[in-house]
């Protein structure tokens, strides 16, 4: 899950879309007890391979009492900083070989296409696979967790959320706008990717998205990868590295107590920034892309980039002072063009959504109302700011501006301010937009 490693060299193969291509695998409903079984199976042979979990860390559903809730690492006893956690024994990562680490002239799309290929082996040797017990876990998965594998309504409705937002492509080369639906198309479709240009031999998309939702750039690593993302909270580190080829450990960054989850970033990992190109993925990065890719809307701190319009780059917290905007170097965007936003997602809502939350499948739904939810809640936080600091700047003219230069001074503090005068009023907002599902 880790998008360090996006090269930027020539692509080998020409982009060619797939042509009347059913790449499918048959739907299927999730087994959640098999789930649970491959899990357990998965964290067993782990050991047996020479791997470690702490007593007092457990793999499990985010919710016991919830089958259908994801899979995390739990903390459930207190462990100190710095204590090794988890332990990953070489041998049971898949991890292409060192041709494809970053830095070569592979793109990204090519070292994806290539983890998807090697799992589509594996997974086709079944129990003779040497990382059978990750190839029954990953077989449990939904075949439709991100955008690219909704159903065309769902897809459609998404693109509409996003509205005129664009997104770095899927190579990172340009802002091309595309959806992000339509992407395992445009970069992996036809002789690209999913037909193998010597055999003729054809792989599903699926596969594709597998590579992308569990992949650290060019390796998948069982049992590592059922950590979740988190940008505000990291605190689990690897050392000496996820790439090391004798395998790794997962330490804690800090004290944790029962409760806690171990969380990273999927997009700003510790361990990544020893790569030359992982500081500068959360330039390109944001939620929406975050959708793309993981099929989720992050928890915040959430960012999104429109990168035509500036660039403008917006970050939102949740602050237990309120909601607090930065705009993290970039551009304000025009006020203009933020409530138009809000006019349009308001009238979306009404129009296109909710008429349609009886159609959609349920994790197409929660998605596309949660990202819409995180729009609108960016924009009017947005919005509220800037009223705020005009009428504080407005009230700075009136009076003596000695007293007031030091707050105005911090732009992040005044807006933070304003959102947390508005609090109640916001609440009202958010009631108003909020559906049940
Ligand atoms: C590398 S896996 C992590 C383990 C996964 N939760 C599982 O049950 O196997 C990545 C996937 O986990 C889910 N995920 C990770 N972080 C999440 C979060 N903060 N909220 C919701 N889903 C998350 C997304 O479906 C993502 O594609």
Redesign the pocket.
């Known amino acids: 899950?880790v998008k360090g490693g996006q090269n930027t060299g020539e692509k080998r193969r020409t982009r060619r879309k797939t042509q009347n291509l059913n790449l499918h695998i048959d739907d299927h409903v999730i087994n959640y007890a098999k789930q649970d079984e491959a899990v357990r199976n998965m964290v067993k042979w782990s050991i047996e391979q020479g791997g470690y979990i702490h007593p007092n860390v457990e793999i499990r559903r985010w919710d016991p009492s919830d089958p259908s809730s994801?899979?995390?690492a739990f903390v459930n006893g207190p462990v100190k900083e710095d204590e090794l956690l988890i332990k990953i024994p070489g041998s049971i990562k898949i991890q292409l070989d060192d041709s494809y680490r970053s830095g070569t002239d592979l793109t990204y799309a090519d070292v994806v296409c290539e983890l998807a290929w090697t799992l589509k082996r594996e997974y086709e040797l079944g129990e003779d696979s040497n990382y059978a017990p990750y190839i029954e876990y990953i077989e449990t998965q939904s075949k439709h967790?991100i955008p690219a594998m909704w159903t065309d309504v769902g897809k459609h409705l998404i693109t509409k959320v996003q509205g005129d937002l664009s997104m770095m492509d899927f190579d990172t080369e340009s802002i091309s706008g595309i959806h992000m639906h339509d992407w395992i198309d445009d970069y992996f479709g036809g002789e690209f990717c999913l037909i193998d240009t010597e055999s003729g031999e054809e792989m599903e998309e699926w596969y594709v998205a597998m590579a992308t939702?569990?992949g650290y750039d060019y390796c998948l690593i069982p049992v590592y990868?059922?950590?979740?993302?988190?940008n505000g909270i990291v605190n689990s580190i690897t050392r000496p590295s996820i790439y090391d080829k004798d395998g790794f450990g997962v330490y804690a960054l800090q004290d944790l107590n029962a409760g806690e989850e171990l969380l990273y970033s999927y997009h700003n990992c510790p361990d990544c920034k020893a790569c030359p190109t992982c500081e500068t993925s959360l330039d390109y990065w944001g939620t929406p892309e975050m959708i793309r890719d993981?099929?989720?809307v992050?928890?915040y701190p959430q960012r999104f980039y429109y990168k035509d319009r500036g660039p403008v780059y917006l970050k939102i917290d949740e602050t237990p002072r309120g909601f607090a905007i930065s705009n993290e170097g970039g551009e304000w965007p025009e006020i203009e063009w933020i409530e138009s936003e809000i006019v349009r997602l308001e009238r979306l809502y009404e129009q296109d959504i909710h008429p349609l939350r009886n159609v959609l499948p349920l994790h197409e739904l929660e998605t596309i109302v949660h990202y819409h939810e995180s729009l609108l809640q960016l924009f009017m936080a947005y919005y509220e700011a800037h009223l705020a600091e005009n009428h504080e700047l407005d009230s700075e003219d009136n009076e003596s501006e000695s007293e007031d230069e030091e707050s105005s001074d911090d732009e992040d503090d005044v807006l933070q301010k304003f959102v947390n005068a508005e609090k109640e009023e916001e609440a009202e907002d958010a009631d108003e937009f909020s559906t049940e599902l």
């Open positions: 899950a994801y899979f995390g967790q939702q569990r990868d059922m950590l979740n993302h988190h993981f099929g989720f992050e928890p």
